[in-house]
Every structure is written in C-alpha cells, then in structure tokens.
C-alpha cells in the first residue's frame, strides 16, 4: 500500500487491538480458549455432577414432562415459569433462608446485589481477594467502598470504626467469600458475622465454592447463620451443583428488592426453566447422595499428603494452588503437565495478585486417588 493509497476504514482500529495482543503476549498474560483435555484438575465440578447420568436423567425427565429450553423473555414479562419458582421455594427450604432468587449466573448475581442494596450514604468493605463480579457490581452501585486485608476481621472492624469517625452515617455491608477460589482458604465468618451484628451491618457471603462441598449436608461454611436478617448469600448452581446459574438466600424483602432494582435481573431474560429443573434435581441428588461429599473429602486429604509436600498450599479445600509466581514458568509447567495428560490450568495476574502466578489444582470426583498420585510424580518432576 503507497502512502497516497487511503487507509481502510477500522484499520487503526485492527491496528491498536493487535498492539494490545502483542503487548499480553510479551508479558506472557494473553489468554485463549483451550479444548477440554485429559484428566480433570481444572474444573469446579466437585462432586462430578455435570456430566453424570444422574443428571441427564434429570434433564430428561424435566424434557419429556414438556420444560421448556428457553424463557423467551424476562421474569417481569412473560419469562417467568412453574421451574423458576419451584427451585427457589426448594432452594429456600433446603438452605433455610426466607426466600431465595434464582439469577442466570454468581457473576449476575453479584452484580445485581452490590449494584441494587448498598445505599449512597452505607459503605462496602470487602475482602481484598473477593470476585471480579463483586468489584463490577460495587461499581455500579452508589455506596463508597474500601478493602480490607484478605481474612482479616480486625481489619474489617477498623475500617468500619475509621469511617463513622469521619462522619459515615449509613450502613456498613462487608463482603466475603467463604471459600476462595484461588488460594482454597475460608473466611472468619463467625467473627464477622460478630462484626455484623455489633455494627448494625449486612453480610454479604459468596458461597460459591463452598455450596455442595462444606457445610451440614453441603449447604455451605454459613449455614449455621443462615435465615438471619443481616445476612445475605450466594450459592452458584454451576460448580458443585453441576448445573447452571446462582441462587441469592435472603429475606422476602431483600429478594422482592432485587426483583424491582437489579437491572440484570430485570432487563434480561429469565434464565433457562430447564436449568431450573435441573438445579433443583441436583439439590434432591445431594440430599439422598451424602457419600459424594465424604467421598470428596477423603480424596481431598489424599491429594494434600500427596501435593503438599511438592509445595501446594494446605488449605484444607479441594482448591490446591501451587505458587509458582513467574508468569512465564507458571504457563511453561502446565503447558507440560497437560502434556502428558492432565489438565491442569496456570493462573496469572490481574486473576491473581502481581508475584503469585500459580498452576490451580482442583480435587474433583473426575478423578481418583491413582490420578493424583500420578499428578504428583509428574508434578515432583517438574519443579
């Protein structure tokens, strides 16, 4: 092309994103799709339920009595079904809240609770470590909001000490994980719920990787507190649940407060009736399967003899991440696990903090004990 020829239109455009993927790829954090191959240390299907035939006898069974596939619009038009409402008033029984809503993914969910709850004059503090979802939703919500360091309650009481100091005259909201998704670790959650109840709070628990897995019968590191009017959590439908979606348990009001001022829930369509139905087989299948969970803890404690010696953290959790901090490495090793058949994920900055790139390993019912031993050898080799 002479310089007389006129540029195409887009091509500075074209241009730029190519200078931002070649600016990723030198600093070895570009990301891309990869197929699903070899033995699973990558998903969040816990208790193997995505793919089990319990599930599809599920799904088909929900098919042949005529559930439809889709909504065909929102809940507030004509989305809403017989599937929807029967999930939550069983979601609600089953985890002992006053009501629950069902949103069509924990990323949704979040968005809609800290964008719609937390008032202009209240204050969000959150979990330095806490979700994408919840820092897109502070966003688009009014309330100021401030970090804590990550499993701190001190911190989180300082915090709220420090702004009614300066004149904080609203309500404070903390935000947690009980389990999180990169590091394995659990919140303090009776200390903060402490917090919560001395400082006229709300707590905000996101129990995504927990729900299924932990907790009296799989409902979660916050059940015990669960039905309690400064408390609000959020149970993911598409990890150990193995189907799709995300369930906020809170009071009537809290729910009916959402159905009115979440623009993700009010302005999209209503997620699938038949992931309803399926949702709420997988709350029935856990409730009569119980030996999933202690078959998954006992696999859990298998991998952390085997993996921790290698330099796995201990979390107690079947999320077991091995720092390995450069990024390059990072990418190098699992690219080499995978290799050889296990599918094992690197997980670089900004997913996680700057320093701490790591392989994420996940404990599933995929896989069995001589898998991770198998892992191990491979993975001992490695480092």
């Known amino acids: 092309m002479s310089r007389s020829d006129p540029v195409p239109p887009g091509a500075a455009f074209q241009a730029k994103l190519q200078d931002d993927l070649y600016a990723l790829t030198g600093r070895h954090r570009r990301r891309a799709l990869a197929a699903r191959t070899g033995r699973?240390?990558?998903?969040?299907?816990?208790?193997?339920?995505?793919?089990?035939?319990?599930?599809?006898?599920?799904?088909?069974?929900?098919?042949?009595?005529?559930?439809p596939i889709g909504?065909?619009?929102?809940?507030?038009?004509?989305?809403?079904?017989?599937?929807?409402?029967?999930?939550?008033?069983?979601?609600?029984?089953?985890?002992?809240s006053e009501a629950t809503l069902y949103f069509s993914t924990g990323f949704a969910a979040n968005g809609?609770?800290?964008?719609?709850?937390?008032?202009?004059?209240?204050?969000?503090?959150?979990?330095?470590?806490?979700?994408?979802?919840?820092?897109?939703?502070?966003?688009?919500?009014?309330?100021?909001?401030?970090?804590?360091?990550?499993?701190?309650?001190?911190?989180?009481?300082?915090?709220?000490?420090?702004?009614?100091?300066?004149?904080?005259?609203g309500r404070p909201w903390i935000a947690v994980e009980s389990l999180y998704s990169m590091d394995g670790d659990r919140a303090p959650l009776a200390d903060l719920m402490a917090i919560a109840d001395?400082?006229?709070?709300?707590?905000?628990?996101?129990?995504?990787?927990?729900?299924?897995?932990?907790?009296?019968?799989?409902?979660?590191?916050?059940?015990?507190?669960?039905?309690?009017?400064n408390l609000i959590t959020l149970r993911t439908c598409g990890k150990a649940l193995g189907a799709e979606g995300a369930l906020v348990c809170a009071s009537r009001a809290v729910c009916d407060i959402l159905i009115n001022r979440a623009r993700g829930?009010?302005?999209?369509?209503?997620?699938?009736?038949?992931?309803?139905?399926?949702?709420?087989?997988?709350?029935?299948?856990?409730?009569?399967?119980?030996?999933?969970?202690?078959?998954?803890?006992?696999?859990?404690?298998?991998?952390?003899?085997?993996?921790?010696?290698?330099g796995a953290l201990a979390s107690g959790s079947p999320i077991m991440p091995v720092i390995i901090g450069d990024d390059a490495r990072t990418m190098e090793i699992a690219a080499r696990l995978q290799a050889q058949g296990f599918d094992v994920r690197g997980i670089r900055p900004p997913t996680v903090p700057v320093g701490t790139a790591r392989l994420r390993l996940s404990i599933t019912l995929n896989i069995d004990a001589a898998t991770i031993d198998a892992l191990a050898d491979a993975l001992k080799e490695e480092l």
């Open 112 to 169: 809609g609770l800290f964008a719609a709850l937390p008032g202009a004059d209240d204050l969000v503090i959150y979990d330095e470590l806490i979700h994408a979802s919840a820092h897109d939703g502070m966003r688009l919500g009014r309330a100021a909001r401030v970090s804590a360091r990550h499993n701190d309650a001190d911190a989180v009481a300082d915090a709220i000490a420090r702004w009614r100091r300066e004149g904080g005259l």
């Open 71 to 96: 909504a065909g619009g929102s809940r507030l038009l004509r989305g809403n079904h017989d599937e929807h409402e029967a999930l939550e008033a069983e979601a609600a029984r089953w985890f002992g």
């Open 40 to 67: 699973d240390f990558a998903s969040n299907d816990y208790l193997a339920l995505a793919g089990s035939p319990e599930m599809r006898a599920i799904v088909a069974d929900a098919l042949a009595r005529g559930v």
């Open 265 to 310: 829930f009010i302005f999209s369509t209503a997620p699938s009736p038949l992931m309803a139905a399926a949702v709420r087989g997988s709350l029935a299948l856990l409730a009569r399967e119980q030996e999933r969970i202690a078959r998954l803890d006992s696999l859990v404690r298998h991998a952390h003899d085997r993996l921790v010696p290698l």
């Open 198 to 229: 001395r400082e006229d709070a709300v707590l905000i628990v996101d129990e995504a990787h927990a729900t299924g897995v932990f907790g009296l019968a799989g409902r979660g590191l916050a059940a015990e507190w669960e039905g309690r009017d």
